[in-house]
């Protein structure tokens, strides 16, 4: 019976479409929800997670429709920012959330979408805000680690995995004498901003220090000579400028990288590859100059709700409080291997799980990006140039970036 | 003919061309006026606008440090291009005029690399092309020319010289279909009497061919080089595709240089394409003379 109702009402919102006349009835609301995909190809894409939210959440609110859209990572932010420009909001993203989009006044805050807030992770509250209000729902989050191929490292005669730089360069020239990539370096635009910050906390650096940019601070500019000499005597792949994350993922789970910067995501890739044996991961910490570094960097994906036209509110906060109930949290972690965004669904992951416990536990310690309005210049700058500061002399490209934050937005 | 009779038909024309007038003024000439307009405004990276900028957009361009670089990337891009496939297309347009066995199939053949979309065309190269195990890298591999996988000589697409290389190579294949085919039209139209005439007094084969065909050639020639112009300066796909235009914008030419300043800067990159679009004219008017030479000799 619901079927038929429901199939009803999609030939007669496509009937309406063919007319162009598609426009808000009284009753039947539409909620565009745009979303980043974390899947690796047609099995595993976010559309199938967010098509049995849609359609569980349909089935209790049938005057609700939610159109889920999917991404490509590698093009969400610009095609976001793509409506955005063309005054084509979509209702809810997830994904990337630019406090830009709350300076101009497009998002609603949080509270007025979600009826508990205080369920959200604490520790991105402050990356999710703007002008101290909450505009983004911590979504799902994650941490890094040194991911090393025990395998590799057994036949290159390696022990223990590295602490130090200094470690990293010896057993990464060991294991490229064996014809394998040592050290994965993706510096290519997908997530280079990522990779970037992980060194620069190795050696005491960062993007900003108390709110001041001080990407081109001397620490910086040593942490970029260091990384230059190790890609000039070959320990990583060739060019890390060109390298995206996702293809030397892909790599590592072949096996031919012996270790790089991942995180909880990368798990199922491995899985997928069926290349490595269990027990041929290892994760550690990050490595840095002089030890590993005792802050990890913590990555957030937020939920954002538009304001559009101002008539979905209602709507959109019935959806959102559906959607971020912990057995969909739940799903999306056990789908992807992210963290989740939730208090209590973390809790809950924590006493289940004890692969991923740790990575829960390092949460509230975890460093984050900036959330200046101008991050997201600062950040596409980042991907797209700072592979070109592997040279000679990486303190003009750096230079570069500091004059984009300063400049503004 | 009465004066009411005399009045609707002198206004009877503008019936039938105004619709394309109007059509051309609102997808045409509208947009060039927005791009010039935004030119000159101050845009937030969301698309809202913060006023009027003069002339900043257009400082802030050409203090771009890579923008010398693009500039002359792009004209090398062009004419490198646009050479290679003229050249080879007359070759080839040559051939498809003889007579021989499967040469329909081999005529439906060669739509193929312009029937397939650019950007699967450039996304297969990339793959092919991977420093790890790309076809075109194993191969090499297994004839010895390449000695390891993962270096910088596997790495075709890391370093800006390889990469742009290749990248022409692609332009080349996706153009000479084109090309191809409005020369063999060309040589299709050249009436064969002349060429019995030159066989009657004795000239060769060489001969023939610079003195009858390539004159003859000469408008299709020129139409289909200064449209492979255009194509070739507005190519995005190949290079979006292939590199993004890095490492950097090292192998940015202007169109996908455009492209990347719109994500942060919507005026400075509405000044691009200003830029853009007076070279493209300068293309448009050459050819516009050109097509009004031909019209001349007829």
């Not at chain 1, 609603?108 to 729902?137: A, E, H, I, R, W």
């Not at chain 1, 590993?292 to 957030?300: A, S, W, Y």
């Not at chain 1, 990006?369 to 700072?386: E, S």
């Not at chain 2, 085919?181 to 299709?188: I, M, N, S, T, V």
Request: aromatic fraction near 12%; charge should be neutral; hydrophobic fraction near 45%.
């Amino acid at each position: 019976m619901r079927i038929a109702c429901r199939s009803f009402a999609v030939a007669g919102i496509m009937a309406a479409a063919a007319l162009g006349l598609l426009t808000t009835a009284a009753s039947a609301t539409t909620l565009n929800l745009v979303v980043a995909d974390y899947g690796t190809g047609p099995k595993d894409t976010s559309q199938i997670y967010w098509q049995k939210i849609a359609d569980d959440f349909h089935a209790v609110n049938p005057s609700i429709t939610v159109k889920v859209q999917t991404i490509n990572w590698n093009d969400f932010d610009t095609k976001v920012q793509t409506m955005v420009q063309n005054r084509q909001y979509p209702d809810i993203t997830e994904g990337d959330y630019f406090s830009n989009y709350a300076q101009e006044g497009l998002l609603y805050k949080v509270s007025d979408v979600f009826t508990d807030p205080s369920n959200l992770m604490p520790v991105f509250k402050d990356l999710g805000s703007y002008n101290g209000v909450q505009y983004g729902l911590p979504f799902t989050t994650s941490a890094r680690a040194l991911f090393y191929n025990k395998a590799i490292f057994a036949e290159a005669g390696i022990t223990n995995p590295p602490k130090t730089w200094e470690e990293i360069q010896t057993d990464a020239a060991k294991i490229e004498a064996k014809g394998k990539i040592g050290f994965g370096l993706p510096l290519g635009p997908e997530e280079a901003q990522a990779e970037t910050l992980l060194w620069f906390l190795g050696n005491g650096g960062a993007y900003q220090d108390g709110g001041k940019w001080v990407i081109d601070s001397p620490q910086n500019v040593q942490t970029l000579q260091f990384m230059t000499q190790l890609v000039k005597a070959g320990d990583t792949e060739p060019n890390p400028g060109t390298k995206n994350r996702t293809d030397l993922f892909n790599e590592f789970a072949q096996g031919q990288i012996g270790m790089m910067n991942g995180e909880v995501a990368l798990l199922p890739m491995i899985t997928a590859a069926n290349v490595l044996k269990p027990g041929d991961l290892g994760t550690t910490g990050i490595a840095g100059r002089t030890g590993p570094i005792d802050k990890t960097l913590g990555v957030c994906d937020f939920v954002a709700a538009f304001k559009t036209d101002g008539t979905k509110q209602v709507a959109i906060k019935k959806f959102l409080d559906f959607a971020f109930q912990d057995k969909y949290q739940l799903d999306f972690v056990h789908m992807y291997l992210e963290l989740p965004g939730t208090t209590s669904a973390a809790e809950a992951l924590a006493k289940t799980d004890a692969t991923l416990a740790p990575f829960v536990k390092a949460l509230p310690n975890a460093v984050q990006y900036p959330n200046d309005p101008v991050w997201a210049q600062v950040k596409t700058q980042i991907q797209q140039i700072i592979g070109t500061a592997i040279g000679p002399d990486p303190k003009p490209v750096l230079t570069t970036i500091q004059q984009t934050a300063l400049k503004g937005s | 003919m009465s004066a009411s009779r005399l009045r609707a038909s002198s206004f009877a024309p503008l019936l039938w061309v105004g619709p394309a007038m109007a059509l051309i003024a609102l997808v045409v000439l509208w947009p060039v006026v927005i791009m010039i307009r935004t030119a000159f405004q101050h845009i937030s990276p969301d698309g809202f606008i913060l006023g009027w900028a003069g002339w900043r957009n257009f400082r802030y361009l050409f203090e771009e440090p890579d923008l010398y670089g693009i500039l002359i990337r792009t004209v090398i891009w062009v004419i490198v291009v646009v050479a290679a496939t003229m050249l080879i297309s007359l070759a080839m347009a040559q051939l498809f005029n003889q007579n021989f066995p499967g040469r329909r199939v081999a005529r439906w053949a060669l739509i193929a690399p312009w029937a397939a979309s650019v950007m699967m065309t450039s996304i297969v190269f990339r793959w092919a092309l991977d420093p790890n195990n790309g076809v075109i890298n194993v191969f090499l591999h297994d004839i010895g020319w390449l000695a390891r996988f993962n270096t910088d000589a596997s790495d075709w697409l890391g370093s800006p010289g390889t990469a742009f290389a290749w990248m022409m190579v692609v332009a080349v294949f996706v153009s000479i279909p084109f090309a191809t085919y409005a020369l063999l039209a060309g040589l299709q139209s050249i009436p064969t009497d002349i060429y019995e005439a030159a066989k009657v007094d004795g000239a060769g084969a060489w001969r023939t061919y610079r003195t009858i065909t390539l004159p003859l050639l000469r408008p299709a020639f020129v139409v289909a080089l200064l449209i492979n112009v255009i194509n070739v300066f507005n190519s995005f796909p190949i290079i979006w595709e292939m590199t993004r235009g890095g490492p950097g914008h090292q192998t940015s030419t202007t169109t996908t240089f455009m492209y990347q300043l719109k994500q942060s800067y919507i005026g400075e990159s509405a000044a691009m394409s200003v830029l853009n679009f007076a070279l493209v004219m300068i293309v448009v008017m050459l050819y516009l003379r050109a097509t009004a030479k031909r019209r001349e000799d007829i």
